[in-house]
């Protein structure tokens, strides 16, 4: 199984990024799909999470406003726009793929993940 993130890289605080995962129909199709980011030091933590049929969403409150989390079904893509980012919004970003049709916070939930990609947000 291949999940293939991208669209990371460097930004102004207050600025926006669009990352975009794409993974196999087989795998994905009916299937609830999640970002997760990862700082230095820090745990991973949720950020969030969409169904299988894009017909509901979860947000970390962190994020809540300010990014969208998105699927194209045709595509088996996921994309998280992130908005008025911030220094603190600053980690490796990856996308996952949930057990069930639902995304859920908790990564044990997920069992296919993509390599990171990269977010910094300089103040």
């Known amino acids: 199984v291949q999940l293939q993130a991208s669209g990371g890289g460097l930004v102004q605080a207050g600025g926006s990024l669009k990352l975009s995962c794409t993974a196999s129909?087989?795998?994905?199709?009916?299937?609830?799909m999640g970002w997760f980011r990862q700082a230095p030091g820090k745990e991973r933590e949720f950020v969030a999470a969409?169904?299988?049929?894009?017909?509901?969403?979860l947000y970390a409150d962190s994020v809540k406003g300010r990014f969208t989390i998105s699927r194209d079904y045709a595509s088996s893509t996921v994309s998280l726009e992130m908005n008025s980012l911030k220094p603190e919004d600053t980690a490796v970003y990856f996308c996952?793929?949930?057990?069930?049709?639902?995304?859920?916070?908790?990564?044990?939930?997920?069992?296919?993940w993509g390599r990171g990609t990269q977010v910094t947000v300089s103040s």
């Open positions: 996952a793929v949930a057990r069930s049709a639902y995304g859920s916070v908790s990564p044990e939930l997920y069992n296919y």
């Open positions: 129909k087989r795998t994905s199709s009916n299937n609830g």
């Open positions: 969409i169904s299988w049929n894009g017909g509901s969403s």
